[in-house]
């Protein structure tokens, strides 16, 4: 069974006392912050008071589920930036921050009148996370930054998919996951260097590069060799086998035989150990040039048997094998449910939601989930006084349509 946990509003966590103002929208920024916030950080997601962050909208049977998941332990305070009023309590709030997260255009931040000369006079310290599509210059820098765009320019599509088809994007959002873990990487560089003494400073994070970085040889396999990646399904062109197999019931089969002593283990287990010397397997370089006969070969085992007829062979042979999940089996499964994977937590909407749990597991200060995504402006007045306003500056930019305060979360 899923593991449900209640919030831990008040728990010992690794970043506390850290403060990162989010004026990110969608998925990279929230990304980079939701690991700083896991982990204990205050992060205040900055909102248009009219809408809020973009991810509210992706709804699911008409709940926000990727802000919930996504903005969990977050504040929000809804501001409009459009006047003077709204930039100049942004900036009071950003000169109490450590971080800053945007990703507007390059230049939008300086026409704010709060670009990096400014916010670093008045907080030294500050470390600013810049997140765009192709990077802070370049010929492309004012190119809209959408992570398909760069899914598809890195090269990674044109090798996604089977050769005799059409490119493949992925069926997520690849670009701006990784790049939020290389921000939220970036960031904990960053204040190592403040807490050794030294300045804030600005972080580039363009989702291109973070992409192109993933992809591993290419560009110098290339570079040598003259050849281009290839679409090869579920194939590896590095090693076999390697592929995913059907059953005879319906279910596939990932395996994985990347070194010598598995691929040997594997032609065993399917009794065709007289594959370890022939010519055209005994080595990684010779399956891999007769990638064909090795994979039928293996292929042909699997789907003479069932899911359960399979894995029982490989288990016992320790094959690197193991079932392709969909969505309700990993749910289903004991690991995930036993090391509390997956986790219920509190939704005030319908009672819980099913999210990730926090990682990496820190041994000595883990991670904590300790709040709800919060309502649109659900922190705007508590913000509000921490950095100096008092009741009556609130009910003036209420009044002004500066700020917003909590509205439902439904």
Request: overall charge negative; charged content about 25%.
């Amino acid at each position: 069974m899923i593991r449900r946990i209640e919030f831990e509003p008040d728990a010992p966590v690794p970043l506390s006392g850290i403060r990162v103002v989010d004026l990110s929208r969608l998925v990279a920024g929230n990304m980079v912050s939701l690991q700083l916030a896991d982990q204990g950080a205050e992060v205040i997601k900055i909102e248009d008071p009219k809408v809020g962050d973009p991810l509210r909208a992706w709804r699911v049977k008409g709940q926000s589920l990727h802000w919930k998941v996504y903005s969990r332990n977050k504040k929000s305070l809804a501001i409009n930036l459009r006047p003077q009023a709204g930039r100049d309590v942004l900036a009071d709030l950003i000169a109490t921050a450590d971080i800053l997260i945007e990703n507007y255009r390059p230049g939008t931040l300086e026409e704010m009148g709060l670009g990096p000369d400014v916010l670093h006079v008045r907080n030294p310290k500050l470390i600013i996370v810049r997140i765009t599509g192709f990077g802070q210059d370049g010929p492309y820098r004012d190119r809209p930054g959408f992570g398909t765009l760069v899914e598809a320019m890195s090269g990674f599509a044109s090798k996604n998919g089977y050769g005799d088809r059409p490119p493949v994007l992925p069926p997520l959002a690849m670009a701006d996951m990784i790049s939020g873990l290389y921000g939220a990487y970036a960031i904990m560089v960053a204040l190592r260097v403040v807490e050794r003494g030294g300045k804030g400073q600005i972080i580039d994070l363009p989702l291109l590069e973070p992409m192109i970085s993933v992809l591993g040889p290419d560009a110098a396999i290339y570079r040598v060799s003259g050849e281009k990646p290839v679409r090869t399904g579920s194939r590896s062109l590095t090693t076999s086998p390697r592929n995913v197999y059907g059953t005879n019931d319906g279910r596939f089969i990932a395996i994985s035989a990347s070194i010598q002593a598995m691929a040997e283990r594997l032609f065993r287990a399917i009794g065709r150990a007289d594959m370890i010397d022939d010519p055209r397997f005994r080595t990684n370089t010779d399956r891999v040039r007769n990638i064909d006969e090795c994979d039928g070969i293996v292929a042909d085992f699997i789907a003479a048997r069932s899911l359960a007829e399979n894995m029982a062979i490989f288990e016992a042979a320790e094959v690197t094998a193991i079932a392709v999940y969909e969505i309700d089996q990993l749910l289903d499964d004991p690991h995930v449910q036993e090391r509390g994977v997956l986790v219920e937590a509190p939704d005030e909407e319908s009672g819980s939601v099913l999210m990730h749990n926090v990682i990496p597991r820190l041994s000595e200060t883990p991670g904590k989930l300790r709040t709800a995504a919060p309502s649109l402006g659900q922190h705007t007045r508590d913000i509000l006084r921490d950095i100096g306003c008092d009741d009556a500056r609130v009910a003036e930019l209420v009044a002004a349509g500066v700020i917003k305060e909590e509205t439902s979360n439904a």
